[in-house]
């Protein structure tokens, strides 16, 4: 259950212990995952706590096995060793899985994102349920190719064609999946996978991966073209994702073909998606 943002402002000027513990451990653990190994006092000069206040939190976070410690620092002036802290990789995770209309295709990684494990299937579904069931016994299988349990997977995501539609939960443009976007299609996922779950365009998750692992990863603003059954466009602005105002800024496919069609017809009009 989601908490009002309205209650946590109240418990945070109230400094509910909880809430302030948490909120440590958030700032810690994002701070780790975009530095190196990093020591208790430099963790309190880069966040600006205290050291008891950074020590409290690192236990929090070790108990839950999310950071780890990785080895010691020994300060060019001498004085006291000091350990270095790290995320923990291997404190859960990910399955990954492309719905694509000839193929389908899982894997699983750690928290860091490294493939561990990779499977590929036809898909040879002819309906939405067929479809669900394929890609949940394809996680299933990866996941076991791995060597490890469905328990230890914390998250999995859906990348497919088509745009994600929150309000309605439905998979809008995908019509080359059939009945892909029909009402009750993502409970029917999530039951089938039975964990935390997202359902993402196929071109978003691409130009995310090309800004975490390839040419995008030097670009703070990028767009990543897709090419598949269809044409799609993943957009970063500021090295985060963009969707547009309705969630479709990448839908090329959709958008009008021929500049001489437009500029010649003075009744054209160009929708924003």
Request: charged letters at 15%.
């Amino acid at each position: 259950m989601t908490v009002p943002e309205s209650k946590l402002r109240q418990e945070y000027q109230t400094g509910t212990p909880s809430l302030l513990r948490a909120i440590n451990e958030r700032s810690l653990l994002e701070y780790l995952r975009g530095h190196g190994p990093t020591s208790r006092a430099q963790l309190a000069r880069a966040t600006g706590l205290s050291k008891p206040t950074v020590s409290q939190a690192l236990a929090g976070l070790e108990d839950a096995r999310l950071v780890r410690a990785v080895g010691q620092s020994i300060s060019s002036k001498g004085g006291r060793v000091a350990i270095l802290y790290e995320p923990n990789p291997d404190a859960g995770y990910v399955v990954g899985v492309d719905v694509g209309r000839g193929w389908v295709r899982a894997a699983i990684a750690n928290l860091a994102g490294r493939i561990i494990a990779r499977n590929d299937k036809p898909n040879d579904a002819q309906s939405a349920s067929a479809l669900v069931a394929l890609i949940s016994h394809l996680a299933r299988d990866v996941v076991a190719q791995a060597g490890m349990s469905w328990s230890q997977v914390v998250h999995a995501v859906i990348g497919t064609p088509g745009v994600f539609d929150e309000q309605s939960k439905r998979v809008l443009f995908s019509s080359n999946l059939p009945e892909w976007g029909r009402h009750g299609l993502v409970t029917e996922l999530q039951v089938a996978f039975g964990l935390s779950l997202s359902v993402e365009n196929d071109a978003n998750l691409a130009a995310l991966g090309e800004r975490s692992y390839g040419w995008g990863s030097s670009a703070s603003t990028f767009v990543y073209i897709w090419i598949g059954t269809g044409v799609g466009m993943g957009i970063v602005i500021n090295g985060a994702l963009y969707r547009g105002a309705r969630g479709a800024a990448g839908e090329i496919g959709f958008l009008p073909f021929g500049w001489d069609d437009v500029v010649g017809n003075p009744g054209t009009s160009v929708r924003t998606i």
